[in-house]
Every structure is written in C-alpha cells, then in structure tokens.
C-alpha cells in the first residue's frame, strides 16, 4: 500500500515537472514573438536590428525596410543558400548586445531561423510573426510602417 502511494506520488512529481518546463518552455517562447507594433517601436529607437530572410525576388517586389539586414534564406531557385547559416551566425554574433528580429513575408522563415539560433545559445533573438505581407495582408508593409524600395546595387547576402 505504501508502494503504491510512493509510485503515485513519483509519477505525479515527474506530470508536474514536466507541464512546468512545457508551460515555461510556451511562455518563454511568447516573449520572442514581437508584435508589429513594438517591432516598429524598437526600430524607431535604434533598439532592434531586424534581419530580412526573404528572397531578392521579394525585396523587388514589396521593398525592404530602410536599415534592415537583407539575408536571403533561399536562391532564385527556392534552394536553402549553402552560406545561409553562416552569414546569419557573424551577423548576429557581431550584435551580441542588440535586440534582433528576424523577419520573412509571413512569419515561418523567421520563427524556423529563429528557433535554430536559440538552440544554438544565442540570446536577445526573436521574430516577427506577421512579416512584411502578414497572412491576411497585415504585415509591416500594410500597416504603413517605412519600406525603401530595394535596390540591387547593394547586392546584399
């Protein structure tokens, strides 16, 4: 009888321990997500480094926001660039000390660029989940936030 209560009692310990690293785990992922608006608000206070995955053909097509890192995840060939990863890492590890944002059309290629980078062990990394375009057309370009148009002389990564 007591045995039993004991192994109860285990198994209740580890549920617990393990819905409290997942609930931590959710909650602290929330807090990476940042809303457009306080996206915009740290850019307009030179407190966030926003880094674009999108592609050259995307930065044609909608602009791109004035001072922002153009690092595109893909070729023309919608192919994984082989020096992707690696331009991300010394971009970011030369910005230990700034908030950065990753930011795509949508939010998937940010929160996947995202997720990689804070397995790696870096800090003060986030996304923007509504992107330039938004799911429902309510990204940072529809809100009216600032976008240049892109211009390919500067022949980003």
Known sequence: ????SYIRLIILSVFIFLNSKLI??????????ISLEKAHSLYKENNLLIID???KKEWEMTGIIPDSILISMHDNNNLERKDFLKEINLEISSHKNKNIAFICASGARSKAVMDFFLNKGFKNIHHIPD???????NGWLFQGYPITN????KDPK
């Open 53 to 55: 995955v999108r592609t």
């Open 131 to 137: 992107g330039i375009m938004g799911k429902q057309s």
């Open 150 to 153: 892109y211009l390919a002389e």
């Open 1 to 4: 009888m007591v045995a039993k």
């Open 24 to 33: 931590y785990s959710i909650m602290n992922n929330l807090n990476l997500e």
